[in-house]
């Protein structure tokens, strides 16, 4: 199985950015489909964005596309989240995750295609 750790979170003025990093260890990042997923106070977990284990295929909510961009090394073992333009709303916990599953239609949206979980990196935006 595979460990994953989040890291870059943090503070930032509306309209800055941020990265995001996940690092994993236990067993080689390409061997997972990966996403990002956020939840706010008092919130559902919610899907951000996707990147099969290749990396030629990503996937983004709307409200984030245009905006984030997800990127993977796998030779490093990591998976990455940049963050423009950053909106107050973007406030959340964000979560890394793996999946071995094959991304088939839209399951890459649902919290239970992903068998392993990172504890998450607060990201707070001020106005």
């Known amino acids: 199985q595979v460990q994953l750790v989040e890291s870059g979170g943090g503070l930032v003025q509306a309209g800055g950015s941020l990265r995001l990093s996940c690092a994993a260890s236990?067993?080689?990042?390409?061997?997972?489909?990966m996403g990002w997923f956020r939840q706010a106070p008092g919130k559902e977990r919610k899907f951000v964005t996707a990147?099969?284990?290749?990396?030629?295929?990503?996937y983004y909510e709307d409200s984030v596309n245009g905006r984030f961009t997800i990127s993977r090394d796998n030779a490093k073992n990591t998976l990455y989240l940049q963050m423009n333009s950053l909106k107050p709303e973007d406030t959340a916990l964000y979560y890394c995750?793996?999946?071995?599953?094959?991304?088939?239609?839209?399951?890459?949206?649902?919290?239970?295609?992903?068998?392993?979980w990172g504890q998450g990196t607060q990201v707070t935006v001020s106005s």
């Open positions: 990147i099969n284990w290749s990396g030629s295929s990503t």
């Open positions: 236990g067993r080689i990042l390409s061997s997972y489909n």
């Open positions: 995750a793996a999946s071995l599953l094959p991304i088939d239609g839209n399951n890459f949206l649902r919290t239970y295609t992903y068998q392993y």
